[in-house]
Protein backbone atom coordinates (compact mmCIF):
# COMPACT_ATOMS: atom_id res chain seq x y z
CA UNK A 1 0.00 0.00 0.00
CA UNK A 2 2.65 2.73 0.91
CA UNK A 3 4.07 1.80 -2.68
CA UNK A 4 1.02 2.32 -4.86
CA UNK A 5 0.77 5.67 -2.45
CA UNK A 6 3.77 6.88 -3.60
CA UNK A 7 2.81 6.16 -7.17
CA UNK A 8 -0.49 7.34 -6.84
CA UNK A 9 0.97 10.58 -5.18
CA UNK A 10 3.79 10.91 -8.18
CA UNK A 11 1.33 10.76 -10.58
CA UNK A 12 -0.97 13.34 -9.75
CA UNK A 13 1.85 15.95 -9.33
CA UNK A 14 3.29 15.48 -12.84
CA UNK A 15 -0.38 14.95 -14.12
CA UNK A 16 -1.43 18.24 -12.39
CA UNK A 17 1.49 19.64 -14.93
CA UNK A 18 0.09 17.73 -18.02
CA UNK A 19 -3.14 19.16 -17.00
CA UNK A 20 -1.97 22.53 -17.45
CA UNK A 21 -0.23 21.96 -20.45
CA UNK A 22 -3.68 20.52 -22.07
CA UNK A 23 -5.61 23.39 -20.79
CA UNK A 24 -3.10 25.35 -22.80
CA UNK A 25 -3.88 23.17 -25.98
CA UNK A 26 -7.68 23.58 -25.19
CA UNK A 27 -7.83 26.90 -24.98
CA UNK A 28 -5.81 27.88 -28.27
CA UNK A 29 -7.93 25.26 -30.00
CA UNK A 30 -11.09 26.29 -29.13
CA UNK A 31 -10.26 29.94 -30.00
CA UNK A 32 -8.49 29.46 -33.62
CA UNK A 33 -8.59 25.47 -34.15
CA UNK A 34 -4.90 25.91 -33.76
CA UNK A 35 -3.20 23.10 -32.22
CA UNK A 36 0.20 24.36 -30.85
CA UNK A 37 2.56 22.11 -30.55
CA UNK A 38 4.81 24.86 -28.65
CA UNK A 39 3.00 24.88 -26.08
CA UNK A 40 5.62 22.72 -23.98
CA UNK A 41 8.14 25.63 -24.81
CA UNK A 42 6.53 27.99 -22.75
CA UNK A 43 6.95 25.24 -19.89
CA UNK A 44 10.56 25.27 -20.49
CA UNK A 45 10.68 29.02 -20.96
CA UNK A 46 8.99 29.74 -17.77
CA UNK A 47 11.09 27.66 -15.45
CA UNK A 48 14.44 28.36 -17.20
CA UNK A 49 14.04 32.31 -17.38
CA UNK A 50 12.99 32.20 -13.42
CA UNK A 51 16.34 30.21 -12.79
CA UNK A 52 18.57 32.33 -14.56
CA UNK A 53 17.46 36.02 -13.21
CA UNK A 54 17.17 33.97 -9.54
CA UNK A 55 20.78 33.26 -10.61
CA UNK A 56 21.61 37.08 -11.66
CA UNK A 57 20.21 38.33 -8.33
CA UNK A 58 16.50 38.73 -9.18
CA UNK A 59 14.12 37.63 -6.06
CA UNK A 60 12.37 34.51 -6.59
CA UNK A 61 8.99 35.57 -6.43
CA UNK A 62 10.01 38.63 -9.20
CA UNK A 63 11.90 36.57 -11.31
CA UNK A 64 8.78 34.08 -11.73
CA UNK A 65 6.82 36.96 -12.40
CA UNK A 66 9.12 38.26 -14.81
CA UNK A 67 9.23 34.76 -16.48
CA UNK A 68 5.58 34.25 -17.15
CA UNK A 69 5.33 37.66 -18.48
CA UNK A 70 8.37 36.93 -20.80
CA UNK A 71 6.23 33.80 -21.74
CA UNK A 72 3.17 35.70 -22.47
CA UNK A 73 5.75 38.10 -24.72
CA UNK A 74 6.70 35.17 -27.00
CA UNK A 75 2.87 33.47 -27.10
CA UNK A 76 1.73 37.10 -28.50
CA UNK A 77 4.65 36.90 -30.77
CA UNK A 78 3.46 33.59 -31.76
CA UNK A 79 0.33 34.24 -32.73
CA UNK A 80 0.81 37.41 -34.45
CA UNK A 81 3.96 36.82 -36.67
CA UNK A 82 3.84 32.83 -36.99
CA UNK A 83 -0.01 32.43 -36.66
CA UNK A 84 -1.31 35.23 -37.72
CA UNK A 85 0.52 35.19 -41.18
CA UNK A 86 -0.39 31.90 -42.12
CA UNK A 87 -4.62 33.21 -41.98
CA UNK A 88 -6.17 30.75 -44.23
CA UNK A 89 -3.87 28.21 -44.01
CA UNK A 90 -4.90 24.21 -43.65
CA UNK A 91 -4.84 22.96 -40.21
CA UNK A 92 -2.18 20.81 -41.21
CA UNK A 93 0.34 23.94 -42.29
CA UNK A 94 -0.49 25.42 -38.77
CA UNK A 95 0.31 22.39 -36.86
CA UNK A 96 3.72 22.69 -38.87
CA UNK A 97 4.31 26.08 -38.12
CA UNK A 98 3.76 25.53 -34.28
CA UNK A 99 5.90 22.53 -34.59
CA UNK A 100 8.61 25.01 -36.15
CA UNK A 101 8.29 27.69 -33.39
CA UNK A 102 8.51 24.88 -31.25
CA UNK A 103 12.39 24.07 -32.80
CA UNK A 104 13.36 27.92 -33.13
CA UNK A 105 12.42 28.28 -29.58
CA UNK A 106 14.39 25.31 -28.12
CA UNK A 107 17.67 26.57 -30.48
CA UNK A 108 16.63 30.02 -28.63
CA UNK A 109 17.07 28.75 -25.76
CA UNK A 110 20.43 26.98 -26.46
CA UNK A 111 22.17 30.17 -27.29
CA UNK A 112 19.95 32.46 -24.37
CA UNK A 113 20.45 29.97 -21.60
CA UNK A 114 22.89 26.72 -21.81
CA UNK A 115 22.31 23.03 -22.58
CA UNK A 116 22.11 22.09 -18.80
CA UNK A 117 19.64 21.07 -16.34
CA UNK A 118 18.41 23.78 -13.89
CA UNK A 119 16.76 23.66 -10.62
CA UNK A 120 14.93 26.03 -8.22
CA UNK A 121 14.90 25.89 -4.65
CA UNK A 122 11.70 24.33 -3.21
CA UNK A 123 9.24 26.79 -1.55
CA UNK A 124 8.59 25.50 1.48
CA UNK A 125 11.42 23.12 1.88
CA UNK A 126 12.84 19.69 0.96
CA UNK A 127 11.79 17.67 3.70
CA UNK A 128 9.31 15.09 2.63
CA UNK A 129 5.83 14.46 4.51
CA UNK A 130 4.85 11.40 5.60
CA UNK A 131 1.34 10.05 4.99
CA UNK A 132 0.17 6.46 4.90
CA UNK A 133 4.20 5.27 5.02
CA UNK A 134 4.67 7.07 1.27
CA UNK A 135 6.83 10.45 1.39
CA UNK A 136 5.22 13.63 -0.71
CA UNK A 137 7.21 16.77 -0.94
CA UNK A 138 5.53 20.10 -0.06
CA UNK A 139 6.61 21.09 -3.46
CA UNK A 140 4.09 18.38 -5.10
CA UNK A 141 1.24 20.07 -2.87
CA UNK A 142 2.00 23.59 -4.17
CA UNK A 143 1.73 21.95 -8.22
CA UNK A 144 -1.39 20.58 -7.13
CA UNK A 145 -2.58 23.72 -5.23
CA UNK A 146 -1.30 25.83 -8.04
CA UNK A 147 -3.32 23.79 -10.53
CA UNK A 148 -6.33 24.05 -8.66
CA UNK A 149 -5.94 27.53 -8.85
CA UNK A 150 -5.45 28.27 -12.06
CA UNK A 151 -7.70 25.62 -12.96
CA UNK A 152 -10.63 27.84 -11.13
CA UNK A 153 -9.09 31.67 -11.94
CA UNK A 154 -9.70 30.51 -16.11
CA UNK A 155 -13.14 29.12 -15.17
CA UNK A 156 -14.10 32.52 -13.33
CA UNK A 157 -12.36 34.52 -16.45
CA UNK A 158 -14.20 32.61 -19.15
CA UNK A 159 -17.64 32.39 -17.06
CA UNK A 160 -17.80 35.54 -15.45
CA UNK A 161 -15.86 37.95 -17.82
CA UNK A 162 -16.77 39.82 -21.29
CA UNK A 163 -13.31 38.48 -22.43
CA UNK A 164 -14.25 35.23 -21.50
CA UNK A 165 -17.60 35.30 -23.11
CA UNK A 166 -16.14 36.92 -26.46
CA UNK A 167 -13.61 33.48 -26.02
CA UNK A 168 -17.05 31.72 -25.82
CA UNK A 169 -18.32 33.10 -28.75
CA UNK A 170 -15.39 32.99 -31.34
CA UNK A 171 -14.67 29.22 -30.37
CA UNK A 172 -18.70 28.62 -31.12
CA UNK A 173 -18.73 30.66 -34.21
CA UNK A 174 -16.01 33.30 -35.49
CA UNK A 175 -17.65 34.54 -38.01
CA UNK A 176 -20.78 34.96 -36.08
CA UNK A 177 -18.61 36.50 -33.30
CA UNK A 178 -17.07 39.45 -35.84
CA UNK A 179 -20.22 40.45 -36.86
CA UNK A 180 -21.90 41.09 -33.75
CA UNK A 181 -18.51 42.92 -33.30
CA UNK A 182 -16.11 40.88 -31.35
CA UNK A 183 -12.86 40.92 -32.38
CA UNK A 184 -11.30 37.87 -32.77
CA UNK A 185 -8.07 38.77 -33.77
CA UNK A 186 -7.45 39.84 -30.45
CA UNK A 187 -9.34 37.33 -28.39
CA UNK A 188 -7.33 34.38 -30.31
CA UNK A 189 -4.43 36.87 -29.21
CA UNK A 190 -5.21 36.88 -25.75
CA UNK A 191 -5.76 32.90 -25.78
CA UNK A 192 -2.01 32.56 -26.95
CA UNK A 193 -1.16 35.18 -24.30
CA UNK A 194 -3.03 33.30 -21.62
CA UNK A 195 -1.73 29.66 -22.58
CA UNK A 196 1.47 31.12 -22.84
CA UNK A 197 0.93 32.16 -18.69
CA UNK A 198 -0.60 29.30 -17.43
CA UNK A 199 2.49 27.04 -19.53
CA UNK A 200 5.14 29.55 -17.92
CA UNK A 201 3.10 28.90 -13.95
CA UNK A 202 3.55 25.47 -14.67
CA UNK A 203 7.01 25.46 -15.40
CA UNK A 204 7.45 27.61 -12.33
CA UNK A 205 6.04 25.01 -9.76
CA UNK A 206 7.84 21.88 -11.67
CA UNK A 207 10.80 22.75 -12.12
CA UNK A 208 12.46 22.53 -8.24
CA UNK A 209 10.94 18.56 -8.75
CA UNK A 210 11.57 17.22 -12.19
CA UNK A 211 14.76 19.55 -13.25
CA UNK A 212 14.28 22.14 -16.74
CA UNK A 213 16.37 22.34 -19.64
CA UNK A 214 16.07 23.67 -22.82
CA UNK A 215 14.14 20.59 -24.13
CA UNK A 216 12.18 19.33 -21.79
CA UNK A 217 8.76 21.26 -24.11
CA UNK A 218 8.95 18.14 -26.21
CA UNK A 219 7.97 15.66 -24.11
CA UNK A 220 5.55 18.10 -21.85
CA UNK A 221 3.52 19.04 -25.28
CA UNK A 222 3.47 15.49 -26.78
CA UNK A 223 1.70 14.68 -23.02
CA UNK A 224 -0.09 17.56 -22.73
CA UNK A 225 -1.51 16.85 -26.46
CA UNK A 226 -2.29 13.13 -25.08
CA UNK A 227 -3.94 14.56 -21.65
CA UNK A 228 -6.05 16.92 -24.09
CA UNK A 229 -6.96 14.28 -26.75
CA UNK A 230 -8.10 11.66 -23.68
CA UNK A 231 -9.93 14.53 -22.34
CA UNK A 232 -11.95 15.26 -25.32
CA UNK A 233 -10.02 18.46 -27.32
CA UNK A 234 -11.83 21.69 -26.58
CA UNK A 235 -13.26 20.61 -23.15
CA UNK A 236 -11.06 22.34 -20.28
CA UNK A 237 -12.86 19.60 -17.62
CA UNK A 238 -11.53 16.93 -20.23
CA UNK A 239 -8.31 18.26 -19.99
CA UNK A 240 -8.12 18.10 -16.65
CA UNK A 241 -9.16 14.97 -16.23
CA UNK A 242 -6.90 13.43 -18.75
CA UNK A 243 -4.08 15.25 -17.38
CA UNK A 244 -4.21 13.39 -13.85
CA UNK A 245 -4.64 10.32 -15.77
CA UNK A 246 -1.82 10.30 -18.46
CA UNK A 247 0.15 11.18 -15.26
CA UNK A 248 -1.36 8.22 -13.05
CA UNK A 249 -1.01 5.76 -15.43
CA UNK A 250 2.85 6.73 -16.39
CA UNK A 251 3.78 7.13 -12.69
CA UNK A 252 2.41 3.19 -12.51
CA UNK A 253 4.11 2.36 -15.39
CA UNK A 254 7.44 3.26 -14.27
CA UNK A 255 7.08 1.59 -11.04
CA UNK A 256 5.38 -1.35 -11.74
CA UNK A 257 7.12 -2.04 -15.28
CA UNK A 258 9.75 0.07 -16.08
CA UNK A 259 10.78 3.77 -15.92
CA UNK A 260 11.39 2.56 -19.79
CA UNK A 261 8.34 2.73 -20.73
CA UNK A 262 7.52 5.85 -18.57
CA UNK A 263 7.67 7.82 -21.96
CA UNK A 264 5.62 5.31 -24.15
CA UNK A 265 2.46 5.98 -22.16
CA UNK A 266 1.19 9.15 -24.06
CA UNK A 267 2.15 7.54 -27.10
CA UNK A 268 0.16 4.62 -26.24
CA UNK A 269 -2.82 6.84 -25.04
CA UNK A 270 -3.14 8.72 -28.14
CA UNK A 271 -3.13 5.55 -30.18
CA UNK A 272 -5.87 4.24 -28.13
CA UNK A 273 -8.15 7.08 -28.76
CA UNK A 274 -7.52 7.16 -31.93
CA UNK A 275 -8.74 3.47 -32.17
CA UNK A 276 -11.19 3.30 -29.36
CA UNK A 277 -12.58 7.05 -28.81
CA UNK A 278 -11.81 9.52 -31.27
CA UNK A 279 -13.85 11.99 -29.24
CA UNK A 280 -11.77 11.23 -25.76
CA UNK A 281 -13.88 11.39 -22.69
CA UNK A 282 -15.59 14.44 -22.87
CA UNK A 283 -15.57 15.29 -26.30
CA UNK A 284 -18.78 16.65 -28.09
CA UNK A 285 -20.33 14.59 -31.26
CA UNK A 286 -21.62 17.97 -32.57
CA UNK A 287 -18.18 19.28 -32.98
CA UNK A 288 -15.98 19.09 -36.21
CA UNK A 289 -12.40 20.10 -36.05
CA UNK A 290 -8.53 19.06 -36.90
Known amino acids: MPELLQFLFSGLTVGAVYA??????????????????????????GGLTTVF???????????????????????????????????????????????GASIFLRGAA?????????????????????????????????????????????????????????VIATAANKLAARLAGIDTRRIVGLSFAISAAIGAVAGVLVTPITLTSYDVGTLLALKG???AMLGGMGSATGAVVGGLIVGLLESLAAGYLSSQYKDAVAFLVILAVLFAMPRGLF????????
Do not use: C
Request: aromatic share 10%; no cysteine; hydrophobic share 65%.
Open 20 to 45: LVALGFTLIYNASDVVNFAQGEFVMI
Open 53 to 99: LALSGVPLPLAAVLAVIASVLVGLALHRFAIETAHGASAVALIMITI
Open 283 to 290: GKASVERV
Open 110 to 166: QVVFDKRFHSLPHVFGADPIRFGGAAILPQSLLVLAGAAVILVLLWAFIDRTLFGKA
Open 225 to 227: FAA
